[in-house]
């Protein structure tokens, strides 16, 4: 039965909303022409389609409509003649008769079946996004999202939070990313930059003493896009006072679990958390992928005084590939391949057969080289066990990626597994000049026992930052913030920031740390990942309105695009020709 609010001055109700309930009355319903097919000489069935889905219409034959017309329909619901019901469909019991039609709009013939059994060129599907979006299939994905925002938003306004809109022309932030500059009219020469985080005004907003911030922030960077990336994206952006990471992972944790349940009428249960270590020592990754096993097993003791090349490695680590013996000696060839491209000497193969151990290097082993390989991760006769002998970091990379390439499904295949990932480095390598660069980003607190090490061995310093992981995505990072100016000088100048500098880009920060800034710590998740993956897709154009395609263009509006000379002349910028 219909909703009151679907009742406006043009309709009595949605075209979904007509059942069997309603058989002998009169209802006016609009929408779209979804399809016409002409019956006997004088009648027409017509497939009335608006956001809630479709109703049979039938009309005189005489009446012109076409696909996509805007029509209103007076009529009576009637039963459908036996024989004539649609299971499939909610409205498929009944059919408006005796109908009025009133051609609110014509239209073109649109340059593509509206029909999701269509696989649809997708960038005729971005030309045209505002028909796209007619497609049950993107309806029903942006009313998902707007399910998952209403229930984070619902989540956080019940943890006490506050929502708190920042700038969008803003200054530039040190978060690694590459940041859109917009040109000052006003003061010619000089620009604005787009936020790629709320970072430091949400941080501003503890020391303004709001305690608890959030808010659906659009967050812009000039990136190369991917399927899990565009250059403006929304996230979930959090910060807390008083609190430790635990608490803002408990908040995080809430309103991932709200959205979840929201999406899927499942509320998992708590989420797990491990290492960063450990993630790297079992997984390869600082994002792993916990919906199946072949996790990385170290079997460098039993190579410890190996004779064989091969293995003579610090690290030596091994999985176990169920069922894998069938591969054939070119899928062995092809992950070879990829194990070299990721920096390894090589990828060491042994099918484990009622024989023994079939590979090229079985004969170089030793009895309990051979029985350890036999044995890793439980292995069984028919699997295979695949190797990678390096350094540490070489050999988990390594076969974490190859754990990957063989096992992954595809990334919005459930279940849905969670995982925290915690005690992340402060620094990850060395940049051009040899400083450390930030792993999270400069305003992530070291951790306690690590701040010795800041100016002796920066790589070994521990941070106290974390992120979450679903099904191997990152979806989100967060860290427990810097608040004392003394120390966050003292990270800007591991980063090779000079204090001058600091001074000059950040003096507006470090000024706000010295006038009683809390302690206080913070996250962010993406709200378009976490909508994809709920929505089982694999692309986040798909739960996006108005995306842009992989090389950053609208398709529809044609942006980026040039402006005029006036404008050009106004902002006092000269555009040099093409290179
Ligand atoms: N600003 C960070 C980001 O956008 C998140 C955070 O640390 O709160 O990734």
């Known amino acids: 039965m219909a909703d009151i609010f679907e009742k406006t001055s043009m309709r009595d109700m949605l075209c979904g909303s007509v059942d069997e309930t309603l058989v002998g009355t009169s209802v006016t319903v609009c929408g779209w022409v979804a399809r016409r097919r002409e019956h006997g000489e004088h009648l027409a069935f017509v497939d009335l389609r608006d956001r809630s889905g479709v109703v049979q219409v039938v009309v005189d034959g005489s009446v012109d409509v076409r696909s996509e017309y805007v029509i209103k329909v007076t009529g009576t619901v009637t039963a459908r003649p ?15 008769t005796n109908c009025t039609v009133e051609i609110l709009n014509a239209a073109e013939a649109p ?10 060129d997708e960038q005729v599907r971005l030309k045209y996004r505002y028909l796209d979006l007619r497609r049950s299939q993107m309806q029903n994905n942006l009313r998902l999202r707007a399910k998952v925002l209403r229930a984070v938003r619902a989540a956080m306004d019940r ?3 506050c929502e708190i809109e920042t700038p969008l022309l803003w200054a530039p932030t040190p978060e690694g990313a590459r940041e859109f500059v917009v040109p000052s009219r006003l003061h010619p020469g000089d620009f604005y930059v787009l936020p790629q985080s709320p970072q430091i005004a949400k941080q501003l907003t503890m020391v303004g003493g709001f305690d608890r911030y959030y808010q659906v922030a659009r967050c812009l960077r000039d990136e190369d896009l ?24 408990r908040f995080i944790s809430e309103a991932v679990l709200d959205a979840a349940e929201a999406a899927t009428g499942e509320r998992p249960s708590t989420i797990e958390s491990m290492t960063w270590t450990d993630a790297q020592d079992r997984y390869g990754v600082d994002k792993p992928d916990l919906r199946f096993g072949m996790t990385l097993q170290n079997v460098s003791a039993a190579f410890a005084g190996t004779d064989v090349k091969a293995f003579s490695a610090p690290c030596v680590k091994a999985i176990r590939v169920r069922g894998g013996a069938d591969f054939t000696r070119s899928r062995l060839d092809a992950l070879t391949e990829q194990a070299k491209g990721l920096g390894a000497k090589g990828l060491a193969w042994f099918r484990v057969t009622t024989d023994g151990l079939d590979s090229p290097l079985e004969r170089f082993l030793s009895d309990a080289e051979k029985l350890a390989i036999r044995a890793v991760d439980g292995a069984e006769i028919g699997d295979l066990i695949l190797m990678v002998a390096d350094d540490f970091a070489t050999a988990s990379k390594v076969l974490g990626q190859i754990r990957l390439a063989i096992g992954a499904p595809p990334v919005s295949q459930g279940p849905h597994r969670y995982v925290w990932v915690t005690e992340f480095p402060m620094f990850e390598g060395l940049d051009e000049d040899g400083n450390p660069m930030a792993a999270h980003h400069p305003f992530t607190m070291p951790h306690p026992d690590d701040f010795d090490l800041m100016e002796t061995d920066p790589l070994k310093v521990r941070s106290q930052a974390y992120d979450l992981v679903l ?3 990152e979806l989100g990072s967060g860290s427990v913030r810097i608040h004392r100016s003394d120390i966050q000088a003292r990270v800007f100048r591991s980063l090779g920031i ?3 500098e600091a001074e000059n880009r950040f003096g507006f920060l470090l000024g706000a740390f010295r006038y009683g800034a809390p302690p206080h710590a913070g996250f962010a998740f993406g709200v378009d990942r976490l909508v994809a993956i709920f929505a089982g897709e694999e692309n986040i154009r798909e739960v996006i309105a108005f995306p842009k ?5 609208d398709l529809m509006t044609g942006a980026p695009k040039q402006i005029t000379e006036r404008q050009i002349r106004d902002l006092r910028i000269k555009i040099q020709p093409k290179a």
């Open 82 to 96: 036996e024989g004539t019901v649609n299971a499939a469909l909610p409205t498929g019991k009944v059919e408006i």
């Open 111 to 120: 340059p593509f079946q509206l029909d999701d059994r269509n696989d649809i």
């Open 159 to 161: 943890q006490g939070f």
């Open 226 to 249: 991917r399927a899990d990336r565009q250059f403006e994206f929304t996230q979930l952006d959090i910060e807390a006072s008083f609190v430790t990471q635990d608490d803002v992972m």
């Open 471 to 473: 099904n191997g995505w």
């Open 498 to 500: 000079s204090d001058e």
């Open 549 to 553: 395609t992989q090389s950053g263009s």
